[in-house]
């Protein structure tokens, strides 16, 4: 059957055998699809007018500020620094590097990743020591950005991000469910599972979570989780934007309190189970604030520290960078030099200002996107929220019980380590599952960057098993027609490794707006799986930007297309 024979079916689908060319006998089908949004996807929008998104963005805001203000609080403690130090991190996060970020759904502010690094530094420096180190570090960031050290975000395997993203989602789970049951002694953020230093590890939590139970805590988490496990199956509920789930399970919380308070006093929360922000208005905060100690200049172990803030931040943005473009539903590319750049300008401005240093934060930025962030609006006005919080309403804000706050923490969680998840990545091909797996088991052992590194390692094994005789690949671009609505054809190469990622995304969002575009495979004997689900990614979010997208021979994203090892025995 000649291609002109081939007709497309209902589903914008053809089938035509290619003809044999050479020695090799097989005729291959050739698959050719026209982009379809898929229904969960057809209904998105442009998102350009920051306008049209607000009724999104606004309440997304509201859930992040809830979720960021007890880390900010519980990660400056657990770093040995001033309660007002994470504030400060957390505010300049939302603010400043969301103001310069080119990401739309990251959120950034004070990392757990960064706290023993910051506890040894403070301890070495001084306070006011290791916020010079901090500003160094934020200028060696904004150097790497500069230099186009970005490009590294690209060579980080899918299958070791949703790794990362399920490890975090099962230590959030383990971690929230003492705070629960009434047990705050370990601090918010904390993302250790075994920490060093004689701190009780998971089971020792559990044992005394169980012993120190608390029915007032254990109420309004549980009704709070059920409150947001049904917001999110009920379509009325999903509907009431400008109420979001977790903004009512605070106030619910607050409002049992109360309750427990007037009626059972000994169910009450008070002291420790509840937020505890410094309170005294703008002048005592000022008071309280500490700058950088520049006299220190000419202290080598100042630059030892701030290398050491500047790399561990920058690798942990750029997981967190490429980790939420992945949740992101309209697959958007962040610009990860430009990144590095404005989280090297937020660490300067937070260390200025006597704050800690500043990553990407997936646990925020996680929750943003589960809320239905559309763009970075939510960022910035979470940011002023904290700031609002801090300034002026802390004597409310010390209302909040941390088991409210567990509760959403816990919905938050379950949406990362989901089951289905699991179930996924287990029927696909061993080079996908063990990189993921080895991801999940190290960083609950170790932690987040030691697990990551294994399963990077893990990765690469597979990888170059795979390009050992593969280890090129090129790719052709035609283009004809009118320039604001171009037609675009790219040919893949024989072989399309995981090296190739980056240059195939970079090729799909440098597609203008408005163009027709034909992706080849039909040359292509391996396509490796996390090219195949870019590709697809792009087509199924294609419409919003007004480009057509056709796939011809493009495997499913589950069809990984192998490698024809065995052609040379025909």
């Avoid at 660490?347 to 990407?360: K, Q, R």
Wanted: charged residues 15%.
């Amino acid at each position: 059957m000649s291609a002109e024979e081939a007709t497309t079916s209902d589903e914008s689908e053809a089938v035509e055998p290619e003809t044999p060319s050479g020695d090799d006998s097989e005729v291959r089908p050739k698959r050719v699809r026209q982009s379809v949004p898929p229904p969960e996807l057809a209904d998105l929008e442009p998102w350009t007018d920051w306008r049209k998104n607000l009724k999104y963005d606004l309440p997304a805001s509201i859930v992040v500020f809830l979720v960021a203000l007890p880390l900010c609080l519980g990660i400056a403690v657990a770093s040995g620094a001033p309660p007002l130090a994470g504030l400060i991190a957390g505010i300049v996060g939302g603010t400043v590097v969301a103001l310069l970020s080119g990401s739309h759904t990251a959120v950034s502010g004070p990392a757990a990743g960064l706290a023993a690094i910051c506890v040894v530094g403070i301890d070495q420096l001084g306070w006011e020591g290791f916020l010079l180190a901090t500003v160094i570090g934020g200028a060696f960031q904004l150097l790497l950005g500069l230099l186009r050290a970005g490009i590294f975000a690209y060579y980080f395997p899918s299958s070791v991000i949703k790794g990362m993203l399920a490890a975090i989602g099962i230590i959030l789970i383990l971690k929230q469910i003492p705070h629960a049951l009434g047990f705050d002694a370990d601090y918010e953020g904390d993302l250790t599972l075994f920490p060093a230093r004689g701190e009780p590890g998971p089971i020792e939590s559990f044992q005394l979570a169980f012993e120190a139970l608390n029915p007032g805590a254990i109420l309004i988490a549980v009704i709070g989780l059920a409150l947001l496990i049904l917001w999110s199956k009920v379509e009325f509920l999903q509907k009431l934007r400008w109420m979001p789930g977790p903004l009512v399970v605070v106030l619910l919380g607050i409002g049992l309190n109360f309750v427990f308070a007037a009626a059972m006093p000994a169910w009450a929360l008070g002291g420790d189970h509840l937020v505890d922000l410094p309170a005294g208005g703008f002048a005592e905060l000022w008071r309280e604030m500490a700058f950088p100690n520049f006299s220190m200049w000419n202290d080598g172990r100042i630059y030892t520290t701030a290398f050491t803030i500047g790399a561990v931040a920058s690798v942990e943005t750029l997981l967190c960078i490429e980790a939420m473009d992945k949740l992101d539903r309209y697959k958007r590319s962040t610009p990860t030099n430009r990144e590095l750049m404005a989280q090297g300008t937020g660490n300067m401005i937070s260390g200025f200002l006597g704050g800690l240093p500043i990553t990407a934060v997936i646990v925020r930025g996680s929750a943003n996107i589960h809320a239905g962030s559309r763009s970075k609006i939510s960022a910035i006005v979470h940011g002023v929220m904290l700031f609002i919080a801090v300034v002026v309403i802390a004597s409310a804000m010390n209302l909040i019980p941390l088991a409210a706050l567990a509760a959403i923490l816990l919905h938050v969680g379950y949406k990362l380590a989901r089951f289905e998840l699991f179930r996924d990545m287990l029927k696909k091909n061993v080079e996908l599952w063990a990189p993921f797996l080895a991801t999940i088991g190290f960083v609950l052992w170790l932690d987040l960057l030691k697990g990551v590194g294994v399963g990077l390692i893990v990765a690469l094994f597979f990888i170059l098993r795979r390009n050992l005789g593969h280890a090129y690949f090129m790719h052709e671009t035609t283009q004809s027609g009118d320039e604001e609505n171009p037609s675009i054809v790219i040919q893949l190469s024989e072989n399309v490794s995981f090296l190739n990622k980056a240059s195939v995304s970079r090729v799909l969002h440098e597609l203008p707006n408005g163009a027709s575009v034909v992706i080849d495979g039909s040359r292509s004997e391996h396509i490796h799986a996390d090219v195949i689900e870019l590709i697809h990614d792009f087509e199924s979010t294609a419409h919003a930007r007004d480009i057509d997208v056709l796939l011809v021979q493009i495997p499913e994203i589950e069809d990984e297309l192998p490698a024809k090892g065995a052609k040379s025995a025909h």
